[in-house]
């Protein structure tokens, strides 16, 4: 049975440990390949429970790394609330997906995050070299496995994945 008091202890977790391994310093050889891994948190909790985690959270959440991360005020957040609306409007078939069909779908909200990002960018005049931008996604959609895995097992010890 869920704990009330409890039970918005491992979203916010996983919400911050995301905005942590976001801005996280890495060596420059690594550095693009950096998922983005608070794109991949908020979508796993959009469908897992569409009901508490929307529009409101991806919001704050993209301003949050808006901040963090230097980046132009509200690039993220609108990339975040366009990504975030897709995985909820379509959360019923994407949660019935085998795994590799989740990730290549993952593949694609990332790609329309990234592209939404580089289109910022384009509008006011900031260059991004390429690898660094596409980079991302891939891996994005790699680890996506892994973050469903962990997130699952914390939290629904005894139950299916989302």
């Given at each position: 049975?869920?704990?009330?008091?409890?039970?918005?202890?491992?979203?916010?977790s996983s919400f911050i440990l995301a905005l942590v391994l976001a801005v996280i310093p890495l060596p420059e050889a690594v550095a693009a390949f950096r998922p983005d891994w608070v794109p991949l948190v908020m979508i796993y909790w959009a469908l897992a429970s569409p009901e508490r985690f929307g529009l409101l959270t991806a919001l704050c959440l993209g301003l949050a790394l808006d901040s963090l991360s230097g980046a132009l005020l509200g690039q993220h957040a609108i990339a975040m609330l366009v990504v975030v609306y897709?995985?909820?409007?379509f959360h019923l078939r994407i949660r019935v997906f085998p795994i590799w069909q989740m990730a290549m779908t993952v593949f694609v909200m990332l790609a329309i995050?990234?592209?939404?990002?580089?289109?910022?960018?384009?509008v006011v005049g900031r260059s991004v070299p390429y690898i660094e931008r596409w980079a991302s996604v891939l891996t994005g959609a790699l680890v996506w496995p892994l973050v469903l895995g962990i997130l699952d097992r914390v939290r629904q010890p005894n139950q299916a994945r989302v």
């Open positions: 049975m869920r704990d009330p008091d409890t039970d918005w202890v491992l979203p916010i897709l995985s909820l409007r995050h990234e592209f939404l990002l580089f289109w910022v960018d384009g």
